[in-house]
C-alpha cells in the first residue's frame, strides 16, 4: 500500500508545524486551515478511518483530541469548537490515515455546516434499525 502523507510526517520524511506528541498520537496544524488554528490530531499507527481503529487505541486518540481541543480554543480566543473525523470519501476524507479536525469557530465567521434534511422514514424506526447493528 502507498504511505500516506500523514504516515510520512509520523515518519520524520517531510516536516509539519507540531503541537504535541506522545507515544500514540500526534497533533500538527492543518496545512490548508479553515480557520486560523485548525490542528489535526491523528494515531501515529496506521488506521484508514476512525472506524478502523481498534478499541484499545481509542482511549488515548479521544484524550489526545480532548487535550488539543481545549488548548486551541484558549490560544485562539475560541467562541467555539468543531471537533470533526471525515469516514470515506463520500463523507469528505481524502487522506485516509484516521485524523480529527479541530477547527475554531466565531458567531460571525460565515461557516455554514450541515444542511437540514427531511427524512423519509420516522425517526423511531430509523432509531431501531441502527440499534440492530450494536
Ligand atoms: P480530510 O479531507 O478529512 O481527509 O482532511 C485532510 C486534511 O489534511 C485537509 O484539511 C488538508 O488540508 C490536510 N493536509 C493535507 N496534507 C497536509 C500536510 N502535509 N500537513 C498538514 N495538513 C495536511
Redesign the pocket.
Known sequence: MEET?FIK?VNGK?P?NKIYEDDKTLA?????PVSEGHT?VITKKEYKDFLDVPEEELESLMSTVHKIAKAVKQAENAEGINVTT?IGKAA????FHV?F?IIPRFSEDGIKLWPKNKDAKSNEEIAQNIAKYL
Open positions: 502523507i510526517i517531510i509539519c500538527f496544524l492543518d496545512i490548508n489535526l471525515n469528505g476524507q481524502d487522506v485524523h479536525h
